[in-house]
């Protein structure tokens, strides 16, 4: 086996197995990370949320068409 890249990789999809993770994380909601000196900042979900939807609430053409 060669360090370079194939052309092409087959998968053998029969093998795989559901993300045992999934279902940790709420319907609909996102993971993202934050850069480190971010995260010392925003240390849980709830204060990024809370200043993603304030800043949010100051734009004016999304604030528009929120119901």
Known sequence: MSDELRDEYEFDYQ??????FAEQFP????????????ATVFSDAES?????????????????NRS
């Open 15 to 20: 093998q795989a197995r559901p993300n045992r």
């Open 27 to 38: 319907a609909g909601g996102r993971l993202v990370y934050l850069d480190p000196d971010v």
């Open 48 to 64: 990024v949320n809370r200043v993603l939807k304030a800043l949010l609430a100051t734009m004016p053409t999304l604030n528009s």
